[in-house]
């Protein structure tokens, strides 16, 4: 790992976006602060989020594609697939990552997803023994900074889209499960461009400011607060929650 090297992964089609533009402050505000700045804007690298047979060197006698167990082999033999080996490369180097997307059907857009399911490769990021606590890229920060279209209230925990912070929850565990440490979400609601008259001036100036801010939310970055991870010691030896643990979300809680 490199002290002060940040990678901004953006996962939107079009980089003239509100996300776009976003992701592009979060670059200019880290490189203001003297990181050396990474990206991975996926669409435009045409990143393929598909984990499939077709990225190995495999014959016919070698049965059944099974992803797990493909991606360590590729890592023993330093054979990962030369996209995936470019962004595990950034990974490594990266002290920092801040992920900009919006949100899609109640969660990340799909390459984004398939950069996970790709990039946190077996054996490549993580094994048995290097996960949760003991993962791979302990001592790095990461944060989502993330659109929705819906507005705050519909986003809340009683809101009629679903909780935000619930639905970010499996991304968050996914970094959690490498090591990383995840920052709570930076999350500008109300993005889309339905607004008419004044309430579209309002939402133009409202991302303005977020543009604005930025900077101030990179030079606070390691001041920001973390999301809170049950450790591997409160979980028992087949892997529930011990009673006595605290429950830091509903995807890991006390009662059914
Ligand atoms: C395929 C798709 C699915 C969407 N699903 C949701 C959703 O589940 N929740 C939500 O609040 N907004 C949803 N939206 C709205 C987007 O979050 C919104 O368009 C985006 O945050 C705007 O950012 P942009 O201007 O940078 O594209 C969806 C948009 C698209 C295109």
Redesign the pocket.
Known sequence: MNLNTTLVVLA?P?RR????AWAKATGKASAALGHTVLWSDLTAMEFDPVEAARHYRRSLSDGVFDPLKEQEKAAETGRIPKDVAGEIDKLRRADRVVFHF??????P?AILKGWFDRVFAHGATHSVEERFDTGRFLGRKALFCV????NEA??AFNGK?GDVQMLLWPAAYALRYLGFTVLVPEIVHG???YHKGARAERLRDHLTSVLKAQPDVMAAFDRRPALHFNSDAEFDAQGRLKPQSPSHSLFIRHTP
């Open positions: 939107h079009d976006s509100f996300n776009g919006p949100l899609w059907w109640f969660g857009p659109t929705t279209g819906s519909e986003s889209e993005v889309h461009g």
